[in-house]
T-cell receptor
Framework: ETGVTQTPRHLVMGMTNKKSLKCEQH?????MYWYKQSAKKPLELMFV???????ENNSVPSRFSPECPNSSHLFLHLHTLQPEDSALYLC??????????????FGPGTRLLVL | AQSVTQLGSHVSVSEGALVLLRCNYS??????LFWYVQYPNQGLQLLLK??????LVKGINGFEAEFKKSETSFHLTKPSAHMSDAAEYFC??????????????FGSGTQLTVLP
């Protein structure tokens, strides 16, 4: 495996389910990100983990819970989601502690549908 | 706060024609700007980025972009469109999220259609 991988690629869940999205990066990076891509809206940063510092977008509901057990793995735990949470969830990684010019590398995304 | 605006959510060009995708930025400090491409059912792939080393930046697949400070623009161009260029294109600006954490702020995207 190379680059950034995400599993599952597709997920359908009910509003009462609990599920987790997984992201793994094989680039030796130190920063990982979750973005949300909804139809007709710009990509939105949800969470960042950089050198063990966690930064979150204050507008993200608490039904989304990230976990970063090490610099290679990132999870997004989902519970009691709403239909408006249906979107493409993209994971990215970057070198971390670099300048503003450092590139973020994206995974293929998980397409989530909440029924 | 930094932001980018992409003019035109949909652009159609004929195969072989010039591609021009527009991006304007708003930033109080020298910006670091990126163009990403997203093919159907895939993640984002970096096309090119501006890091102040040169105002004309060449990227992959024959794309290039020119940073114009006076116009606060970073438009993406390709001299001759190919059918395989059909995708969605995103302009983004980098900023500090907090401490060592960085974030990209994206434009709303431009869907490029290439007509045979």
């Amino acid at each position: 495996e190379t680059g950034v991988t995400q599993t599952p690629r597709h997920l359908v869940m009910g509003m009462t389910n609990k599920k987790s999205l997984k992201c793994e990066q094989h680039l030796g990076h130190n920063a990982m990100y979750w973005y949300k891509q909804s139809a007709k809206k710009p990509l939105e940063l949800m969470f960042v983990y950089s050198l063990e510092e966690r930064v979150e977008n204050n507008s993200v509901p608490s039904r989304f819970s990230p976990e970063c057990p090490n610099s290679s793995h990132l999870f997004l735990h989902l519970h009691t989601l709403q239909p408006e949470d249906s979107a493409l969830y993209l994971c990215a990684s970057s070198q971390g502690a670099g300048g503003l010019q450092e590139t973020q590398y994206f995974g293929p995304g998980t397409r989530l549908l909440v029924l | 706060a930094q932001s980018v605006t992409q003019l035109g959510s949909h652009v159609s060009v004929s195969e072989g024609a010039l591609v021009l995708l527009r991006c304007n930025y708003s930033s109080s400090v020298p910006p670091y700007l990126f163009w990403y491409v997203q093919y159907p059912n895939q993640g984002l792939q970096l096309l090119l980025k501006y890091t102040s080393a040169a105002t004309l930046v060449k990227g992959i697949n024959g794309f290039e972009a020119e940073f114009k400070k006076s116009e606060t623009s970073f438009h993406l161009t390709k001299p001759s469109a190919h059918m395989s260029d059909a995708a969605e294109y995103f302009c983004a600006v980098s900023s500090v999220a907090s401490g060592s954490a960085r974030q990209l702020t994206f434009g709303s995207g431009t869907q490029l259609t290439v007509l045979p």
